[in-house]
């Protein structure tokens, strides 16, 4: 029943309606593909094939009421371990959670349940999603099931892993600084950040609450569209979502002003990567679309900002683990701060101790205008380029990340140089916009991403190019 | 460089009980991320804010009890590592 592993969403929708097979079938055979792979990928931190397969089990029910039912029922998919599933581990990677099992469901899973789709396991992060890599995870190292010497990205390095190496049809993970987009990229699949409140962000283990935003990891861009369909729109229990409701609409390439924003093609970019895009860019302009230079003057300072805001607003988003509420809790000591002091100390790794030192720092008194202020004032220019720019052009095209895939181990010694593999996909975050990454092509069996890049709440604009695009880079 | 006094101060601020070796690798790496930020300094102006399409102002809604799973303040105080009946439990606060 291998083939099976080779649909997408909508031919397993085709597929379970007319009886080809049920989502048992295409659980089990799921299941089986993550036992065979999963000890050398490490996609998932757990696998839950009992509580799979009884709702594949469910789905199956459903189907057979003869009634339409979602796309998205009777097929599996895997969750970023940092998303709450009512029952189910939540770790985020982190040992301060290692214990913890989540108490209720994030609004995008209860959409997803109520859809009918089967969740086969939590998938590995970098430790509260601090990462480009998933080497900060405190349990594993996710590798590139295009290459298993090299990372599959960051943080949704388990999520795009799982989907590359058929463990998963599709999976959630969540994006703040680059976390959907470059895994997809690394992992060649197509990954889409929303845009900042069109996803309910309940049950999102928060990072950096100005930027998070849940997202789908996927085969192709139909089926980002059809998992996109299910999970946005308001919710109650998010201030910050907005009355969005998705519509499809077409969006020629012929005719398309596409901008190219000259400062992400500057320096430091793989000249491979460079070729990659810019081959993608003209094929673009042979169907038809216009080809326009734009600026955004203020890219360069993008990551500076974006590592001043994300580690101030985590230092406090990550107050709450203190040993008393829930996770780990370190009861030696006489009075309640050694409490705090020792559980937060054994518990956070590395990445997470450092962001809430430097957040903790740029909003003490005496730092917080040099810093703070001074990035929120920067963000505001961020933003600016993009409303300008969009007022030019429909949509932009950039590279996802200045390089393919890294080797497993090549920059954990250097948090900074980790920090700037985020400076295609960090201003994006800063701006609030959406942007999806696709597979352009590949150097040495590496996949590389193309950034497609829309104006707030055009995610419709952006699928629809995507589309096109992915046809004619096949 | 940021001194060794200093991440001890902002280490106990943030309530992390830091390890000498993890002291001396913060000050390092602390000193060459906060370096690096200086990158701000000559941009002038964003001090107006930027609004958007579909800018949310002033999200609120009614003060109201909205509580539908019942089991919930169960589950929650289950949570805690260190509880007594429907009560988490502390150490002396002082």
């Known amino acids: 029943m ?91 990677a982190s040992k301060i959670l290692e214990n913890y099992i989540a108490p209720y469901d994030a609004t995008v899973i209860t959409r997803l349940k109520n859809a009918g789709s089967v969740i086969l396991g939590k998938t590995n992060t970098d430790e509260f999603t601090m990462g480009i890599s998933t080497e900060n995870s405190a349990f594993k190292v996710t590798k590139n099931p295009h290459d298993i010497t090299r990372v599959a990205g960051g943080s949704s390095g388990g999520p795009a892993a799982a989907v590359a190496a058929r463990e998963a049809v599709f999976s959630l993970g969540s994006d703040t600084g680059g976390s959907i987009r470059l895994p997809a990229s690394f992992c060649g699949i197509v990954g889409l950040n929303p845009t900042y409140g069109s996803v309910s962000r309940y049950g999102a283990i928060a990072l950096a609450s100005s930027l998070d935003q849940i997202g789908p990891l996927t085969k192709n861009v139909e089926d980002v569209k059809l998992v996109f369909k299910v999970i946005s729109g308001k919710d109650p229990k998010d201030a910050q979502s907005h009355p969005y409701e998705f519509m499809e609409s077409d969006h020629s390439l012929k005719g398309l002003r596409i901008g190219i924003p000259k400062e992400y093609f500057a320096h430091g970019i ?23 230079e ?28 203190d040993g008393i509420k829930y996770g780990l809790s370190v009861q030696e000591g006489s009075n309640l701060l050694d409490v705090y002091l020792k559980s937060r100390g054994r518990g956070f790794g590395k990445e997470p101790k450092r962001r809430i030192l430097i957040g ?8 917080y205008d040099a810093y703070y202020k001074k990035a929120q004032e920067v963000r505001n220019l961020i933003k600016k380029d993009f409303v300008e720019a969009f007022k030019k052009v429909d949509v932009m095209f950039a590279p996802v990340s200045p390089m393919p895939a890294p080797k497993i181990g090549e920059k954990t010694n250097d948090p900074l140089s980790m920090y700037l593999m985020d400076i295609y996909t960090c201003p994006v975050k800063l701006a609030g916009v959406p942007a999806l990454s696709i597979p352009a092509g590949t150097m040495d069996k590496l996949p590389v991403g193309l950034q497609i890049i829309g104006n707030y709440f055009e995610e419709n604009k952006i699928l629809s190019v995507a589309s096109q695009m992915e046809k004619i880079l096949q | 460089m940021i001194s060794k006094q200093e991440v001890e101060r902002i280490a106990k601020l943030a309530r992390l009980e830091l390890t000498e070796e993890e002291i001396i690798k913060m000050q390092k790496d602390l000193s060459s991320i906060l370096d690096y930020m200086d990158i701000l300094k000559k941009v002038k102006g964003g001090k107006e804010t930027v609004h958007v399409k579909n800018d949310l102002v002033n999200a609120v809604r009614k003060d109201e009890v909205s509580m539908k799973e019942s089991h919930l303040p169960e589950d929650l105080i289950q949570a805690a590592p260190n509880k007594q009946d429907m009560y988490i439990k502390v150490k002396a606060v002082l």
């Open chain 1, 294 to 321: 734009v600026s955004l003057p203020h890219t360069e300072h993008g990551v500076a900002v974006y590592y001043i805001i994300v580690p101030a607003e985590a230092s406090a988003n990550l107050a709450r683990y």
């Open chain 1, 270 to 292: 793989d000249p491979e990567v460079e070729k990659i895009v810019r081959a993608a860019i003209l094929k673009a302009e042979k169907a038809g679309a216009e080809v326009v």
């Open chain 1, 2 to 92: 291998s083939e099976l592993l080779d649909l997408t969403i909508s031919q397993l929708h085709e597929g379970l309606r007319d009886k080809k097979f049920s989502s048992v079938e295409v659980t089990k055979t799921y299941l089986s593909e993550i036992e065979k792979k999963d000890p050398a990928v490490e996609a998932y931190l757990a696998v839950t094939k009992d509580r799979a397969l009884e709702q594949a089990e469910a789905a199956d029910k459903i189907i057979a009421t003869g009634k339409s039912f979602d796309p998205l029922c009777g097929v599996p998919c895997s969750i970023k371990d940092s998303i709450t599933v009512k029952g189910m581990q939540a770790t985020t």
């Open chain 1, 360 to 367: 903790t720092y740029t909003l003490s008194a005496g730092y």
